[in-house]
């Protein structure tokens, strides 16, 4: 019996060790890839920031979505605020959604709430409370965008544009996929990176 | 029974002692001198020397940090950085960190946390316009999400890689079996 206890003791240890030791990220391997260009991104459902469900279908756009990670917290994601605001009013009369996602464990519905109360983003805001969004889509930063056609098929993932600076903007990557899209034209270029603050997943 | 009971006590015992042991070392460094902080400089580095960095034929591995000031988990892990430089630059490590910052802090909040961190590997910023191609000829894998730490071999090939709050423990583990070989 004696044995039996400490063999637990033991094993608990190890666990809350390893746990504590062990760093918040993950390797790029344990992240799941992003979908292809072109793959079919399924329906979801997931809570607002008032904590209630809401299906994607509900809040697509007839032309195509963007989806775009963001974060409460992520310096980068907030020097897009004007930027992400002004494409969802640009884009809502072609038809076209935006919708934030905020898969960080450490920002709660609240304080997303806030945020976006505060910085004056008016499209819609989901959370991501298990990543499982953000795992289907590959998604590891924050702020990183996925154009998705009005039949969810994926036609761009990546940056906004080249530059957290708006005065050193060069390549409008996420409008001119869009552009492209809308004009029934090839989309140039179909995926661009740029820095940004790992999600912190749960 | 009892012979069971014994080891594992015994392990209980190892166990703990090994977390004891870096807090001995770290209570003997404390009643060291402080030397006054080194006056850090950043060097601006483009793609293509960055590329010339990570894949050039190295007598010893090389670990590289990308990190920003405006990341918080990059700043949360680099006191386990400089520690890390700290212990293996001795064991022929060569490490390097790069900022992804603004250019335009290459002279003030950059040195001034790596100087705050006593950070003393040689340190970079990226000075580049589009950040693409550096991200790509680091790994083609990898979205450009920081924090970001990769370790290379001699042969410039990458051995770890973790993105997000580095982990130590399998990182000195990566690192320590590289030196070894």
């Known amino acids: 019996m004696k044995t039996r206890n400490v063999s637990i003791l033991l094993a608990a240890i190890l666990v809350i060790v390893g746990a504590v030791v062990a760093g918040s990220g993950r390797s790029s391997s344990e992240i799941p890839a992003p979908p292809a260009i072109g793959a079919t991104i399924d329906e979801f459902t997931l809570p607002d920031v008032d904590g209630h469900d809401r299906a994607f279908k509900s809040l697509k756009g007839k032309n195509g979505t963007v989806l775009i990670f963001i974060a409460v917290q992520c310096p980068v994601s907030n020097a897009y605020n004007e930027r992400m605001e002004k494409l969802a009013e640009d884009y809502q009369a072609k038809g076209v959604a935006v919708i934030g996602i905020n898969a960080n464990a450490s920002d709660d519905a609240a304080t997303v709430k806030a945020h976006a109360a505060t910085k004056g983003l008016k499209f819609p805001i989901l959370k991501d409370p298990a990543n499982k969004l953000a795992d289907k889509l590959g998604a590891s930063k924050t702020p990183e965008a996925y154009f998705i056609d009005g039949n969810n098929k994926l036609l761009y993932h990546g940056r906004i544009d080249n530059s957290q600076n708006p005065d050193a903007i060069e390549s409008n990557d996420l409008r001119q996929a869009i552009d492209s899209a809308l004009g029934g034209k090839p989309i140039e270029k179909p995926e661009a990176k740029a820095f940004g603050c790992s999600i912190k997943r749960a | ?181």
Request: glycine share 2%; hydrophobic share 45%; charged share 25%.
């Open chain 2, 1 to 181: 029974m009892r012979f069971s009971h014994n080891l594992l006590s015994v392990g209980l015992i190892v166990l703990l002692a090994s977390f004891a042991v870096p807090a001995q070392r770290k209570s003997r460094t404390a009643r060291r001198a402080k030397p006054a902080p080194a006056k850090v400089s950043v060097e601006a580095i483009n793609t293509d020397a960055l590329k010339v960095l990570i894949a050039k034929p190295k007598d010893k591995p090389l670990l590289v940090s990308f990190w920003a000031t405006w990341c918080d988990p990059c700043r949360d892990e680099f006191p386990d950085l400089v520690k890390i430089d700290k212990d293996y630059r001795p064991q022929s490590l060569d490490f390097v960190t790069i900022s992804l910052d603004e250019v335009a802090d290459i002279k003030t909040s950059v040195p001034a946390f790596l100087s705050q961190m006593k950070a003393t590997m040689p340190a970079y910023l990226l000075d580049v316009k589009d950040p693409e191609p550096a991200i790509n000829a680091v790994d083609p894998r990898w979205q450009g999400d920081l924090p970001a730490t990769f370790l290379y071999n001699a042969k410039g090939e990458i051995i770890y890689k973790h993105v997000g709050r580095v982990n130590t423990v399998e990182l000195r583990e990566a690192i320590e079996k590289l030196i070894k070989n």
